[in-house]
């Protein structure tokens, strides 16, 4: 089994940046690529791009970035959802690899 995995998906590319970087300060972890999702009724969203956020490490560590990041983005569009994987299974692992920022 892994390292402990939290996700924040926020609204837009700006807001992941913000809770990307608070979440880093907040706590000793890693971050796997930004992902993105168009969601399917984006013209009834404010910020029609949903990114997620994803942070490795400890599970104190990744929850203290989690939440971190989540106060942080409330400041700039806004959290969709937030959830913490205590142990990452081996399968899941190139699962939190892929991303759709990639052209690759």
Same mark, same amino acid.
């Given at each position: @089994? %892994?390292?402990?995995? #939290?996700?924040?998906?926020?609204? %837009?590319? /700006?807001?992941?940046? *913000?809770?990307?970087?608070? %979440?880093?300060?907040?706590?000793? /972890?890693? *971050?796997?690529?930004?992902?993105? &999702?168009?969601? %399917?009724?984006?013209?009834?969203?404010? /910020?029609?791009?949903? /990114?997620? =956020?994803?942070?490795?490490?400890? =599970?104190?560590? =990744?929850?203290?970035? =989690?939440?971190?990041?989540?106060?942080?983005?409330? #400041?700039?569009? #806004? *959290? *969709?959802?937030?959830?913490? @994987?205590?142990?990452?299974?081996?399968?899941?692992?190139? @699962?939190?690899?892929?991303?759709?920022?990639?052209? &690759?």
């Amino acid at each position: @089994m %892994g390292n402990a995995t #939290g996700i924040i998906e926020v609204y %837009g590319l /700006v807001a992941a940046f *913000v809770a990307c970087d608070a %979440g880093c300060k907040a706590a000793d /972890v890693t *971050v796997e690529h930004f992902d993105k &999702n168009k969601p %399917g009724n984006p013209e009834s969203l404010t /910020v029609p791009l949903i /990114v997620a =956020v994803k942070f490795r490490g400890t =599970v104190d560590n =990744v929850t203290a970035a =989690v939440e971190a990041a989540a106060e942080a983005a409330k #400041g700039v569009s #806004g *959290v *969709v959802t937030t959830h913490i @994987m205590s142990s990452t299974e081996p399968d899941t692992e190139p @699962m939190l690899k892929i991303n759709a920022f990639d052209k &690759n």
